[in-house]
């Protein structure tokens, strides 16, 4: 229903898609990088004649220009220039602020420390504007969760086909409060396609993140069949410990992997934070998150309507730091 809404929104062919990586609040970045795919500020809104844009989600948090960002992205999207799938980061914002209907002056996720510090930037630049902040969250409680259209899907974190095909693309109004309990199904649902695969750490490892975080999980590389051992599985910025890397994938694990084969159609996702050259994961699958936030790059790949991605198609800029 609502996938095919959103293809024929966008009235275009596979081949004329620019998918566009994680933004996260770097708006002159964006308009940069959509300057160099020859879009251009036409009545308000950024367009290509010729061409659309997906991005693949989280427009918001971290970043300095987080209203300028989103609105670039929604004027584009309700233009008909573009469509986005919703991130981790946007579903976090909006069970973050959504009242929870079955307990006053609670909201769909508790405002712990850590949540907090999440959305912190998005709430600080939107402080003095929160008749646009509310009027954004409707608009984001509307965005698909995934994207697809005859050679192309976009997704945020996993395409994971058994979840696609008992979820709508959009989150009708009356199950969002489902979402205020995260054993729900629906929870774990949306957790899968917008979080990807997060696997246990071994007892009793625990790992610190970058920013400091007390991590019991890994990012795993969905799309793997046959990984030789946790260290070859994970897919995220902080290495495995030798000791844990070392570990066998145990039949448990593989169970909770998705296949993805050379022969479904060519995969955009965002959320794993990569770095060095933009280039395939495999022959069908690329990750466009380069850590844009981080002084990474902003990354868009230019579809051809092949079945096989090319390193040739990559555009990206650089964000000044
Ligand atoms: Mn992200």
């Known amino acids: 229903m609502s996938d095919l809404q959103a293809t024929e929104e966008l009235n275009v062919k596979a081949s004329q898609l620019d998918i566009i990586g ?7 970045t964006l308009q940069r990088l959509l300057q160099k795919l020859d879009y251009q500020k036409v009545a308000g809104v950024y367009r290509n004649p010729q061409r659309k844009v997906v991005f693949v989600g989280d427009i918001v948090d971290r970043g300095p220009r987080i209203r300028e960002a989103l609105a670039i992205v929604r004027d584009m999207v309700d233009a008909g220039e573009a469509t986005m799938v919703l991130g981790n980061h946007e579903l976090h914002a909006l069970c973050y602020c959504l009242p929870n209907p079955n307990i006053p002056n609670h909201y769909l996720r508790p405002h712990t420390p850590r949540n907090t510090s999440i ?12 008749q646009d902040w509310q009027d954004h969250l409707r608009w984001l409680k509307q ?3 995934y994207f697809q259209m005859p050679g192309v899907r976009v997704i945020h974190a996993c395409w994971d086909q058994s979840v696609i095909n008992r979820l709508a693309a959009v989150i009708p109004e009356a199950r969002w409060s489902e979402l205020a309990d995260p054993a729900s199904q629906l929870s774990r649902d ?21 920013e400091g975080y007390r991590r019991r999980s890994f990012r795993a590389g969905f799309w793997q069949s046959n990984p030789v051992n946790l260290g070859a599985l994970a897919f ?24 993805y084969d050379s022969s ?9 934070w990569l770095n060095g050259s933009p280039k ?6 690329a990750c466009l998150d380069y850590s844009a ?6 990354v868009a790949y230019r579809c051809d309507g092949r079945q096989t991605l090319h390193p040739n198609q990559y555009n990206w800029v650089y964000v000044d730091p």
């Open 22 to 28: 994680d933004v996260h609040g770097c708006a002159n």
């Open 143 to 145: 965005r698909p969760l």
């Open 119 to 130: 959305i912190q930037e998005t709430l600080e630049q939107f402080a003095n504007h929160s």
């Open 280 to 285: 395939p994961i495999t022959e069908n699958i």
């Open 236 to 259: 995220q910025p902080d290495p495995l410990p030798d000791s844990v890397a070392a570990l066998p994938v145990t039949d448990d694990i593989k169970a909770q992997l998705v296949v």
């Open 190 to 210: 949306v957790k899968r396609l917008t979080s990807g695969v997060e696997l246990p750490l071994p007892e009793p490892h625990i790992m610190l993140s970058a």
């Open 264 to 272: 479904q159609p060519p995969l955009f996702v965002g959320h794993y």
């Open 293 to 298: 936030v981080k002084f990474g790059r902003l």
